[in-house]
């Protein structure tokens, strides 16, 4: 029979905390009514209260959730069946399909990932032009409602020049005319959605409301008035660098997402301020003539370019994977602060959350996790995670299998 989830008060002792934010240290941990109560360090001279269950930190290591930029878990079961896939659906202007009301909480995924460590992540929905509203969302609980963790904002897939892979055998005016036709029914897009957030501040100003229902320009309508973030998908350098501009011109509060050539144009997306969720990290190049390790030491040109990043594994199955993404932008050029504060703090502030999340720090949501050693490394294992404060049992579809087969009869005659 599963585990439940336990609720109360729990403290974690003689830990040695990595807070990211505060440095690290021997210390213990109190967790209650669902946040980080207090820290003590080990040479404070003063005691926590009693707590429902004492956990013996000794040799142990906690660390802050980890937070995926950029995943489609809860949206998608197994991929050969259609109808399990919910993050691609029908249409090309699409903002206000909310991938939020698609998360299935119950997903056999969100176990066998949340026991990596992984607490939070933004799952996301593509397709279109406009595919829907991506939403953070915390990694337990029994419906949606429950899960979310407080972001939202419209996704947007940049309009792409050059060929889109080795398969594309389009000629070069064909791309040409391709590109100029998908940036025209942006802009006639972007125009159309200013129009719409005019006049209804205008209905606004004279006590009144649109009549018309327009679900789509409603979407778009607080990017517009510059209260809500557009997550915005664009890789190629070109195509950044064209985004840009475009941000620029139309005085939008941007999140770029992806930028796999990223590296190429450091310098141009550090001056813009536009952060960044980058990722896949462990992925091919995106041409043939670049280097075999550029996509893992990209995060790393940016960052100390003075990029604002998170770091993605935009999977659905194996968000798991998280921490050996940013193992190897660690490797590559990031080191292990920068590329721990990727996936935790930095992610946290991309998506305005960081006073709930992202770091070990009095006041916080209790969203962590207890190891043997660096999450990086292969080896360590995850021995408790909490999320919101609830202890969450260490199990997944993996494990009960395990479990089952480990002593298995095999029911052979004799």
């Known amino acids: ?30 967790i209650e009514n669902g946040i980080i109560k207090d820290i003590m360090r080990m ?3 003063r005691q926590l209260p009693s707590a429902d269950k004492v956990i013996d930190g000794s040799d142990l290591f906690v660390y802050p959730g980890m937070i995926d930029g950029g995943t489609h878990i809860g949206l998608g079961e197994i991929g050969a069946v259609s109808l399990t896939q919910d993050f691609n659906e029908l249409g090309d202007f699409i903002p206000h399909m909310q991938a939020l009301t698609a998360v299935n909480p119950n997903s056999v995924n969100i176990p066998v990932n949340r026991v990596a460590g992984v607490t939070t992540a ?35 897939n940049y309009p792409s020049s050059g060929k889109r892979g080795r398969w594309d055998r389009r000629s070069k005016e064909d791309i040409k005319k391709d590109e100029e036709k ?20 205008l209905a606004n100003a004279k006590g009144k409301k649109q009549t018309a229902y327009n679900p789509q320009m409603d979407a778009l309508m607080e990017v517009v008035n510059g ?16 985004a840009i501009k475009w ?40 041409r043939s003539s670049d280097k075999y390790d550029i996509n893992y030491a990209n995060p790393g040109i940016m960052e100390k370019a003075g990029v604002l990043l998170c770091i993605r594994t935009n999977e659905t199955e194996n968000v798991r994977n998280l ?31 960081e006073k709930q999340m992202g770091s070990l720090e009095k006041g916080k949501l209790a969203n962590l996790f207890v190891s043997t050693g660096d999450p990086f490394e292969t080896k360590t294992d995850i021995k408790y995670l909490f999320i919101n404060g609830w202890n969450v049992p260490m199990e997944s579809r993996h494990t009960l299998l395990y479990e089952e087969f480990l002593e298995r009869d095999p029911g052979l005659s004799k």
């Open 182 to 201: 998908a940036n025209k029914k942006l802009n006639d897009i972007w125009k159309k959605a200013k129009q719409y957030a005019r006049i209804d501040s």
């Open 323 to 353: 921490p050996y993404n940013a193992g190897f932008a660690a490797t590559y050029g990031m080191g292990t602060e920068k590329a721990l504060e990727a996936i935790t703090i930095n992610a946290a502030k991309i998506f305005g959350v």
């Open 43 to 45: 040479q404070e001279a």
């Open 1 to 30: 029979m599963s585990k439940k989830s336990e609720a109360g008060s729990f403290i974690i002792e003689n830990a040695t905390l990595v807070t990211v934010t505060d440095g690290t240290f021997k210390g213990s941990i109190l």
């Open 122 to 156: 933004m799952t996301y929905p593509s397709g279109g032009l406009f595919p829907g509203t991506a939403a953070l969302i915390n990694l337990h609980g029994y419906t949606p409602e429950q899960m979310f963790a407080g972001f939202k904002a419209p996704i947007l």
């Open 227 to 242: 209260g809500q973030s557009l997550i915005i998908n664009v890789n190629k350098k070109g195509d950044i660098l064209s």
């Open 247 to 286: 941000v620029d011109k139309n005085k939008i509060k941007a999140i770029f997402m992806g930028v796999a050539e990223g590296w190429r144009v450091a310098d141009e997306i550090a001056k813009s301020k536009i952060p960044v969720i980058v990722g896949p990290v462990l992925d091919n190049p995106r």
